[in-house]
């Protein structure tokens, strides 16, 4: 079936420092993309998305690019911050009906004061 | 999560007794999906409903039931509990603004 996997699953930083998580997918009919924080205990946040026509879109302090060529994603996180800590999840919505998500593995993004 | 609520929160069962876990959400969305978080893992797909009175196998539907019989109200129901099926489940919601997802139910089966 189709997969959504993680190129890291664990990623250590420097608060202040920037952080990029990388995604990988395998459907090439997929044309919607989410990134989800999960904190311990708590269900999947959403962060940004992106839809297969763009390459790159930007949120607050986190921006998304897209590259079809390669089916690959990234989550970049500007300043990273304490409070970033968690794991990061990207969702695949598929290139068909009904939403369904698959989701990649995690990456835990640890963030050192 | 505001809209999608779980209950229960937490639950042990032994190995062969059934339960209901409930979603409910007062958003009025025609979708609604379970899905199933094990360890070290991202989420995966148990089943989905596009709207009361359907129902749709995802990719890990053995051993579940579900059901939609109000809009508001998505059921997942274990007929057998196995320790296989512990696990945190998450209910979610969808317009074509986004999901919302509940805060999970954690089941241990013993």
């Known amino acids: 079936g189709e997969s959504v996997g993680l190129h890291l699953p664990t990623l250590s930083v420097q608060e202040g420092d920037n952080s990029i998580i990388n995604c990988a997918y395998s459907?090439?009919?997929?044309?919607?993309f989410i990134w989800y924080k999960q904190e311990s205990g708590k269900g999947p946040q959403f962060i940004i998305d992106?839809?297969?026509?763009?390459d790159k879109r930007q949120g607050q302090r986190v921006t998304v690019l897209l590259n079809k060529t390669v089916k690959h994603l990234s989550l970049q996180i500007a300043a990273t911050q304490p409070g970033d800590s968690a794991v990061y999840f990207c969702a695949d919505g598929g290139g068909t009906s009904y939403g369904k998500l698959t989701f990649g593995q995690g990456t835990i993004l640890t963030v050192h004061p | 999560n505001a809209g999608v609520t779980q209950t229960p929160k937490f639950r042990v069962l032994k190995t062969g007794q059934s339960m209901t876990l409930l979603c409910a959400q007062d958003m009025n969305h025609e979708y609604m999906y379970w899905y199933r978080q094990d360890p070290g893992m991202g989420l995966r797909l148990i089943h989905y409903?596009?709207?009361?009175?359907?129902?749709a196998k995802g990719e890990v539907p053995d051993g579940y039931n579900v059901s939609r019989l109000k809009k508001q109200n998505f059921l997942l129901g274990l007929e057998s509990a196995a320790p296989s099926q512990t696990s945190v489940y998450f209910c979610a919601s969808r317009t074509t603004d986004g999901y919302t997802f509940g805060s999970g139910t954690r089941l241990t089966v013993v």
């Open positions: 992106i839809r297969s026509n763009m």
């Open positions: 459907n090439s009919a997929s044309d919607y």
């Open positions: 409903s596009v709207g009361e009175g359907t129902t």
